[in-house]
């Protein structure tokens, strides 16, 4: 199955119904290989349908072990990574933001069910990509950050802790309730302008009328969904698709599979149409028109003028001071 | 800076959509105090209010939100909130008078101000683990109540009222009227679907849970300082 191509078609519709010219996907052909950071994150074959019968352990089995300890240390760092605040992590999110349960939740991207799947081949950069390449790929990403360096303490807790909740699950096996749920394409073309409807009536008593989210102290309780303190342009979360997947099945919090099909599109395209940190990858290639080809031939609207303002248009990497300047 | 400033605005944001047109009029606490004299028989004089675990609850104003107090002023006075004897006294009141008593039960004293340092739940205290991890598995999919009511449950804007500190008698109460339909004036039903969902030992726990963790908090940091920590 190839899920690298089967989301494009939505792609285009989006960008018509943002007023953008459709641009062709030959582009997405192009990809070359000369190192550069393609799309971090591969696209994985969708999960079976199918009833969810995996339960990951009780915290409540863990003992006192040096194991049993990093995988508390693992949980710790994955519903509180603003632990790792200005070392890792450049913006307000938490891991359990999009996993909710601290990573236990079917269809909220749970942690057991991404553990089995990696490594996994990518075409894309022809690489083998290892579960700690796509940790990092979370931090540089989602969490615009720098990601913790292979084997060093935060990313041996957060394996540690995916690998014990995924205790007696199938490896190598794609299971059902991994990732989030794929939509039908939508109805209609996601519309940011019903789909500020939606955030308005559904999202904002949380999220803020201007999607900066809502703190206590130092605490990240509703996490911002644009500008500085989100994803960054590269995530996966800035996809329409995977957005409108995620907010389906677990948005709003407490009653998922509320919104309608198209009402999650629709939301999705609204929040993802707002600015956010640069692309970091934008730092190795010349242009923001060199970046959208690269690496935005997806269903995004990254390097697109909404509003009269091209997205993406910018040098602002949110609070990440960049590789040569910390 | 910039998050306090960009939180600040969310806070008003949601206030403002909240509190409908209560947000447009300035209330003056000095008339306030002046409209609380049909108030205190309840909710005391210095608004702290009254557990009473075996008659009607009166809940702490003193310190919640200006906009909260407002919305449910505004809600008993149009009978989205029931309750007999708030609809007779918030009828009494106009825009005007309603803006006063919430702006000054709200400066009346601060709600505690708890802990936000992040602390791990503990998997063996079932009512620790409800408020901060929730409970969602077999599709209960019920958040931790810290996931909208902030840390230690201090609240969050003016939405999502502070829990801490209130009496048991009235939030458990609260949660059995969103449960049985009585409640019906939180925003988008959320906190209805999530009451529907809890059975009765997680309200009468998550209840004593809230009401007694300001005085345990304390004694956790009073612990901790005599061990040095």
Redesign the interface.
């Given at each position: 199955m190839s899920l690298h191509t089967s989301h494009l078609p939505k792609a285009g519709t989006l960008i018509s119904a943002l007023g953008v010219s459709a641009l062709t996907f030959s582009l997405a052909a192009m990809a070359q290989d000369d190192g550069v950071e393609r799309d971090y994150q591969v696209q994985l074959p969708e999960p079976p349908d199918g009833e969810v019968t995996f339960?990951p352990p009780?915290?409540?089995a863990?003992g006192d072990k040096q194991y049993d300890e990093m995988v508390?240390l693992g949980?710790?760092l994955f519903?509180?990574t603003?632990?790792l605040r200005g070392e890792n992590v450049f913006n307000?999110q938490n891991c359990s933001n999009c996993h909710?349960?601290?990573g236990?939740?079917a269809h909220s991207a749970p942690m057991w069910a991404a553990y089995g799947v990696y490594p996994a081949y990518r075409g894309k950069n022809d690489k083998v990509n290892t579960l700690s390449d796509r940790i990092q790929g979370c931090f540089t990403y989602s969490m615009n950050g720098k990601p913790p360096e292979k084997g060093s303490e935060p990313l041996v807790a957060i394996q540690t802790y995916m690998h014990w909740m995924a205790t007696k699950a199938p490896n190598n096996t794609s299971l059902p309730g991994r990732s989030y749920p794929s939509l039908e394409e939508a109805a209609q073309e996601p519309d940011r302008e019903r789909g500020a409807e939606v955030y308005?009536?559904?999202c904002?008593?949380?999220?803020?009328?201007?999607g900066?989210?809502?703190?206590?102290?130092?605490?990240t309780?509703?996490p911002?969904l644009w500008?500085?303190?989100a994803y960054n342009w590269g995530a996966g979360m800035h996809r329409i698709n995977t957005a409108a997947n995620f907010i389906k099945a677990n948005m709003?919090?407490?009653?998922?599979y509320s919104l309608s099909d198209q009402e999650a599109w629709d939301v999705a395209a609204f929040v993802n149409s707002h600015e956010r940190p640069q692309d970091p990858r934008l730092r190795n290639v010349e242009s923001v028109d060199k970046a959208q080809e690269l690496f935005h031939q997806h269903n995004g609207v990254y390097g697109q003028e909404v509003d009269g303002k091209r997205l993406g248009d910018h040098a602002d990497y949110g609070e990440n001071p960049g590789p040569n300047d910390s | 800076m910039?998050?306090?400033m960009?939180?600040g605005?969310?806070?008003l944001?949601?206030a403002g959509?909240?509190a409908g047109t209560a947000a447009a009029l300035e209330g003056d606490p000095e008339q306030g105090k002046q409209v609380s004299a049909t108030c205190v028989a309840c909710h005391q004089a210095d608004g702290m209010g009254k557990n009473n675990p075996k008659a009607e609850s009166w809940p702490r104003l003193a310190g919640l939100p200006e906009a909260y107090i407002a919305r449910q002023l505004h809600d008993f006075k149009s009978g989205e909130r029931k309750n007999a004897s708030m609809t007779a006294f918030a009828s009494m009141l106009d825009e005007q008078k309603i803006a006063d008593v919430s702006a000054y039960y709200a400066g009346l004293e601060d709600w505690p101000e708890l802990p936000?340092a992040?602390h791990?739940a503990d998997?063996?205290d079932a009512a620790e683990w409800l408020a901060d991890?929730?409970d969602?598995?077999n599709d209960k999919?019920?958040?931790a109540c810290?996931?909208?009511h902030?840390?230690n449950g201090?609240?969050?804007?003016a939405?999502f009222p502070p829990l801490a500190g209130q009496h048991e008698a009235y939030l458990k109460a609260q949660l059995e009227n969103w449960r049985n339909g009585k409640r019906h004036n939180d925003?988008?039903?959320?906190m209805a679907?999530?009451a529907n969902r809890l059975d009765e030992d997680q309200i009468d726990m998550i209840a004593e849970y809230y009401a007694t963790l300001p005085e345990r908090l304390e004694a956790r940091g009073t612990q901790q300082e005599e061990d040095g920590q």
């Open positions: 339960t009780e915290e409540s863990l508390r949980r710790d519903v509180n603003q632990a307000e909710l349960d601290a236990r939740l308005a009536n559904e904002a008593v949380c999220h803020g009328d201007n900066a989210g809502q703190f206590v102290g130092d605490r309780v509703f911002p500008g500085d303190g709003p919090l407490s009653k998922p | 910039n998050k306090k960009l939180s605005l969310g806070l944001m949601s959509v909240y936000t992040y791990a998997p063996d991890r929730g969602w598995e999919f019920i958040p810290s996931q909208c902030g840390p201090q609240g969050v804007g939405s925003p988008n039903e959320l679907g999530v």
